[in-house]
């Protein structure tokens, strides 16, 4: 089963291959990773998107939790998180299939960036099902180019996962 | 007052206590060195920097102190990696510093520069680079401390040389703040009472004890459990010790190559109590297959270890000094006198054994070996069939009397690490139980041993064969002995331990083993003992790679 985990960490050199190498040792998958800086300076926050069962699960969050670095470890349960992931994407079009995918983008709320005779570069954010029909979407017209970020995650409801800026802090 | 950074460091190490570091000098560490040579730390100039980490490992293991040891850049930082991979696997407080390249040079690939945090990463409990003075005095105190607490580890220190030649004012911090890192003693109190109650409700219960119980110095609380409670006792190749195996609740090691009466005490048994042992594959044999009956009690303090192999009923994570004191105050005794009967009858059919003829056998060495020492001496060892022979037949009766390689299993581990143990607990009888394989693998020790007067006694179990390897060889590779046959290409170990200015002794007969070990304690050097053993001795009992642990060679199909 996939699995959302997100990850503080201290905001330190090195600590992104701490973690990737936590991974690759111990033959852990890695379907995503990201990362980036929180309203905390001194901390990062990544989202990894993992998947095994439920024993490999609770290695790798243990595993997590024992480095040094890593200051704490959540596993998103089902229902309890949104997700969302940026894509570029670029797209070969011709005089005869511009219109069909111009409809296409359109239709999945996806933006364009950049439109060229033969090319067209498209943006689009969303969780991972919106991501996964506007790829199969643009797919038969030919793609040339997918970059993506990984998915990113915040959990549902007032709590804060850092335990930071309580939200009656500012009411 | 302004420091250099060489001298933070070093006033750093007398903050902690350090009074010994091992180690080898070289291009970047030229101001440390510069320091320690009027500083009273004692510095033991190894001749491999190899040597120098198992010198500390052995150390640390000896005195449950944290090892220092020291190597310049690139290769010599390289050279430490086995040493503290080997600590790594066996859970020992070390910290090692490495100098390196000027900062500004560092990812130019300059000269003798390696990426040793890179490399040490998955080896170490925790690394450092430091990249700015500011940093050093803080990092010192965090890396003894991340090394020393827990499930202790080692911990390295990248020091580039500029650092060490920048000044700065030393304040040395009080105590460390680390949000990542608070690790946890106290057992959880629902979970030993539940641990409580299923020792009490138990019938056939054992106690499966490792390394966990030296490190945390819960020995005494240990005998208490078992010995209170009628509870035979097992113990791990690192926990050897931590029970003493004159009692009679002493069931000796288990494991591929434990006694036959551990090995199916486990497999009979209804209640598994793990202290401090992980589990590891040599234990447990096929998992599956692993203790079917019984129900599972882990305490660790370490949640990685929890359900990582075998799966656990009651974890309970935490020190295992202070939980076993919990327990020992909760539990009620249950009535095992059955079991311990059914024990009594496999220990009578199945007892450790080898013949006793009038040849040279390795095994009666290390009986000689008990006799002549009554338990009180440190035995150090390679790895190999030294080692495994070494766990069977001397009779540990204290904790920190065992000092071997058990979870990375490093041939030449032994002997810098006997040198380490002398260095710390230097009024013991400190051996190195070898193989001629091990033995050549760190044998340039010889010098750093007899020049700083350390007089550890090596026993050589000189069969002119790789002899585990060999073992496996005969019995499952048909025989075909390849590159496992050392005869006619080793040194002359005699001659080779007078040129180092060591005594030199050969042993041929079974009958002069007594005296030369005699000697050889009385002797105020390094003594190298090369006993003539027989060839194909093989360890038995054996779990084949793969089996349930009552499937024995040589121990009785249960």
Request: with cysteine.
């Given at each position: 089963m996939k699995h959302t985990i997100s990850v503080l960490v201290e905001n330190k050199f090195g600590v992104l291959a701490r973690i990737s190498g936590l991974f690759s040792a111990r033959g852990y998958n890695i379907d995503s990773l990201a990362v980036g800086m929180t309203e905390d300076p001194t901390v990062s926050r990544m989202t990894i998107v993992s998947e095994g069962d439920d024993k490999t699960l609770e290695q790798i969050k243990k595993q997590l939790n024992k480095l040094i670095d890593v200051i704490k470890v959540v596993d998103f349960k089902e229902g309890e998180f949104v997700d969302r992931e940026l894509i570029l994407l670029k797209v070969a079009v011709s005089s005869k299939t511009r219109k069909e995918v111009l409809e296409a983008i359109d239709s999945c709320g996806a933006k364009i960036v950049n439109a060229g005779s033969k090319t067209i570069s498209v943006e689009a954010a969303g969780d991972q099902n919106a991501i996964k029909s506007l790829i199969e979407l643009l797919r038969p017209f030919g793609?040339?180019?997918?970059?993506?970020?990984?998915?990113?995650?915040?959990?549902?409801?007032?709590?804060?996962?850092?335990?930071?800026?309580?939200?009656?802090?500012n009411e | 007052m302004k420091m250099t950074g060489a001298k933070i460091l070093i006033e750093s190490l007398k903050k902690e206590g350090v009074e010994v570091i091992?180690?080898?000098?070289?291009?970047v560490v030229l101001p440390l060195f510069d320091e320690l040579y009027d500083v009273p730390i004692r510095f033991i100039l190894v001749r491999h920097e190899q040597g120098a980490a198992h010198a500390a490992d052995g150390y640390a293991r000896a005195t449950g102190k944290v090892g220092v040891c020291l190597a310049t850049s690139g290769p010599g930082a390289t050279n430490l990696v086995t040493?503290?991979?080997?600590?790594y696997m066996d859970s020992v407080p070390m910290v090692a510093i490495t100098g390196q390249v000027k900062t500004f040079l560092i990812g130019n690939d300059a000269f003798q520069e390696a990426d040793i945090t890179g490399i040490t990463r998955p080896i170490t409990k925790h690394n450092y680079l430091v990249e700015d003075i500011k940093d050093l005095a803080r990092i010192v105190k965090e890396a003894f401390h991340i090394a020393r607490t827990g499930r202790p580890g080692p911990v390295l220190i990248d020091l580039p040389v500029d650092i060490q030649q920048q000044e700065l004012e030393f304040h040395y911090p009080e105590k460390v703040d680390m949000r990542g890192y608070n690790p946890n003693y106290e057992g959880h109190p629902g979970q030993i009472k539940r641990a409580a109650k299923a020792i009490s409700d138990s019938k056939r219960p054992v106690i499966y004890a490792g390394g966990g119980v030296i490190i945390s110095e819960a020995s005494g609380e240990l005998i208490e459990l078992a010995k209170n409670n009628n509870i035979p006792v097992t113990l791990t190749l690192l926990g050897m010790g931590a029970f003493p195996q004159t009692d009679k609740l002493a069931l000796g090691m288990l494991g591929m190559h434990g006694t036959a009466y551990a090995n199916h005490a486990i497999m009979e048994s209804d209640l598994i109590i793990a202290v401090g042992a992980r589990f590891d594959d040599r234990v447990t044999g096929k998992v599956d297959a692993f203790a079917p009956h019984a129900k599972v009690i882990h305490i660790d303090i370490d949640p990685t270890s929890v359900s990582k192999s075998v799966d656990v009923d009651i974890p309970i994570v935490g020190d295992a000094k202070r939980i076993l004191k919990e327990l020992n105050a909760n539990v009620k005794k249950p009535d095992t006198a059955a079991w311990l009967e059914q024990i009594e009858g496999w220990k009578k059919k199945f007892p450790l054994k080898y013949k006793d003829d009038d040849k040279l056998r390795p095994q009666y060495v290390i009986e000689q070996i008990w006799e002549a020492t009554k338990g009180e001496a440190i035995i150090c060892t390679e790895v190999g069939q030294n080692q495994m022979w070494a766990a069977q037949f001397y009779k540990y009766i204290k904790p920190r009397s065992i000092i071997s390689s058990g979870g990375l299993g490093t041939m030449g581990y032994g002997f810098p690490a006997a040198i380490g143990a002398k260095v710390g607990k230097p009024d013991a009888i400190v051996f190195d139980v070898a193989g001629d394989g091990s033995i050549q693998m760190n044998i340039q020790e010889l010098a750093t041993a007899v020049s700083n007067k350390i007089p550890?006694?090596?026993?050589?179990?000189?069969?002119?064969?790789?002899?585990?390897?060999?073992?496996?060889q005969e019995l499952f590779y048909k025989k075909r002995y390849s590159y496992t046959c050392l005869k006619g290409s080793s040194p002359d170990f005699v001659k080779l331990a007078e040129s180092y200015g060591a005594v030199g002794m050969r042993i041929t007969k079974k009958a002069d083993v007594r005296a030369a070990l005699d000697k050889a304690i009385k002797t105020d050097n390094v003594v190298v003992m090369d006993f003539v053993i027989e060839r194909e001795e093989n360890v038995f009992p054996m779990v084949p790679a793969g089996q349930a642990i009552n499937q024995m060679i040589e121990g009785g199909l249960a």
């Open positions: 793609l040339m180019e997918v970059v993506r970020t990984g998915r990113i995650a915040l959990e549902i409801g007032d709590k804060a996962l850092s335990g930071q800026g309580k939200p009656e802090a | 091992f180690g080898y000098p070289g291009g040493g503290i991979a080997t600590a550890v006694k090596i026993a050589i179990l000189n069969n002119c064969y790789l002899g585990m390897v060999r073992q496996w």
